[in-house]
């Protein structure tokens, strides 16, 4: 049974800083990409970064240049260091971890950002 479960959410004015962390337990080994999605309040569940096992990576357009994202293969664990927030990026972020045909999510975490 795999879980991943995330932390670090919060509330922060715009302009401050945030860091999501997520960890993933159980035996599956390394993902192929892990990352995260958003999704904020009557709008659908979005990309803002993922990264493969490889090190290659994708970012939303609306995040590029503010966000970074890194992660611990042998751990299983991905960061999302979030910069220069503004207000649209409140939502609900969530992890995600992909294998093959499988998909995970974790639970989600809130992030506020107060204009």
């Known amino acids: 049974q795999v879980q991943l479960v995330e932390s670090g959410g919060g509330l922060v004015q715009a302009g401050g800083s945030l860091r999501l962390s997520c960890a993933a337990s159980?035996?599956?080994?390394?993902?192929?990409?892990m990352g995260w999605y958003r999704q904020a309040p009557g709008k659908q569940r979005e990309l803002v970064a993922t990264?493969?096992?490889?090190?290659?990576?994708n970012f939303a357009d609306s995040v590029k240049g503010r966000f970074t994202i890194s992660r611990d293969n042998a751990k299983n664990t991905v960061t999302l260091q979030m910069n220069n927030l503004e207000h649209e990026d409140t939502a609900v972020y969530y992890c995600?971890?992909?294998?093959?045909?499988?998909?995970?999510w974790g639970q989600g975490t809130q992030v506020t950002v107060s204009s």
């Open positions: 159980g035996s599956i080994g390394s993902f192929n990409t």
């Open positions: 990264m493969t096992i490889g090190g290659s990576i």
């Open positions: 995600n971890a992909a294998k093959w045909l499988s998909q995970y």
